[in-house]
């Protein structure tokens, strides 16, 4: 099995321009987690899904950020328009189940907003 | 909003040293669990802890989950350079929540 497969590995934008961030969660996993990693703030929920339907959005920061899972294979996290602040690295993760299922991490997207 | 406090936030010893880092919150859990993330990758489990008081061992890795389930450690038997990374606890929100909640973890550095 390949693991969680994130694209791009790293990203470098200027403030205002649209980010895209893409992830392919192992196959046959029902959850899909998408979080944010900075020195400050460790590493945040930003919003998870179940068979492919959003059920935490809490920890979204603001309208700016948006998150879809079209299929069982394939998500994105997009922010629109980025500001110098999203700058982290964002993380993918996917489990098989709740409870005691580990979660199972892509290897990130490093962004940076100029 | 449950928060699990880790600590130390950054340790630095030598090889063959032993060490200690701890989990701790007000809340109770079901189960926690540890990860290890190395620069430049994901978080990677390590072990899960369900039952109060359980101990785990993972070659020279010992984890513990306190008698009331607000609180564990990992103890590191003479330490290798290997072991260097930042080690994060986790546990699930409250209720069936499936969202995983990380702790900020303990970076450790072990010097040859």
């Known amino acids: 099995d390949a693991g969680v497969i994130q694209s791009p590995r790293h990203e470098v934008t200027e403030m205002g321009q649209e980010v895209t961030l893409r992830c392919k969660p192992i196959?046959?996993?029902?959850?899909l987690f998408w979080y944010r990693q900075t020195m400050m703030r460790g590493l945040e929920l930003l919003i998870y899904?179940?068979?492919?339907?959003?059920?935490?959005d809490s920890g979204m920061p603001e309208d700016r950020f948006s998150a879809k899972m079209p299929n069982a294979s394939f998500s994105t996290l997009k922010i629109q328009p980025s500001e110098p602040r999203d700058s982290a690295v964002y993380f993918c993760?996917?489990?098989?189940?709740?409870?005691?299922?580990?979660?199972?991490f892509g290897n990130g997207t490093r962004l940076t907003v100029t | 909003t449950q928060l699990l406090e880790q600590s130390p936030q950054f340790l630095s010893i030598q090889e063959g040293e032993n060490l200690t880092v701890y989990c701790n919150s007000s809340?109770?859990?079901?189960?926690l669990q540890w990860y290890r993330q190395e620069p430049g990758e994901g978080p990677v489990l390590l072990v899960t802890?369900?039952?109060?008081?359980e101990v785990k061992k993972l070659k020279r890795l010992t984890f513990q989950f306190g008698d009331a389930r607000k609180d564990s450690s990992l103890h590191i038997t003479a330490a290798q350079p290997g072991d260097t990374g930042l080690y994060l606890c986790?546990?699930?929100?409250?209720?069936?929540?499936?969202?995983?909640?990380f702790g900020k973890g303990t970076k450790l550095s072990v010097k040859p």
């Open positions: 993760a996917s489990s098989l189940e709740q409870g005691l299922s580990p979660l199972h």
């Open positions: 196959s046959g996993h029902d959850y």
């Open positions: 899904f179940n068979n492919n339907v959003p059920i935490d």
């Open positions: 809340s109770v859990f079901s189960s």
């Open positions: 802890v369900v039952t109060g008081g």
């Open positions: 986790a546990a699930r929100g409250g209720g069936s929540q499936g969202n995983l909640i």
